[in-house]
């Protein structure tokens, strides 16, 4: 199984991944929340993790919640997987504000 890493980063938070082939799909799980999403093509995982943290930080936030607090961290096999990883590089990402690192096992 391939595994790969991004850290996506904010002005406030640093969100990080841990991004993985299963089923014939790619999957893209946050570690310090427990969110995941998938998509076909591992290139739209970025853009994706981003608009569903971003949505539910909105959505959070219109409920008068902080951002993401009633997430708990990702289990401890995705951290394992993010720790066994080695970097690849830098992938370039358009949305403004994030930034992306890539690594793979």
Not at 82 to 103: C, I, M, N, R, V
Request: glycine share 4%; hydrophobic share 40%.
């Amino acid at each position: 199984m391939m595994m790969t890493v991004r850290a996506m980063e904010t002005a406030d938070t640093t969100f990080r991944a841990v991004i993985f082939f299963d089923r014939g799909w790619w999957v893209a799980q946050c570690l310090e929340v427990d969110i995941c999403v998938a998509a076909r093509r591992r290139e739209a995982l970025p853009k994706k993790m981003a608009r569903q943290l971003r949505g539910q930080a909105a959505l959070d936030v219109s409920r008068g919640k902080r951002p993401l607090e009633s997430f708990p961290r990702s289990p401890e096999r995705f951290w394992r997987m993010y720790s066994e990883a080695q970097p690849l590089g830098t992938t370039p990402h358009d949305d403004k504000g994030l930034s992306f690192l890539e690594a793979s096992k």
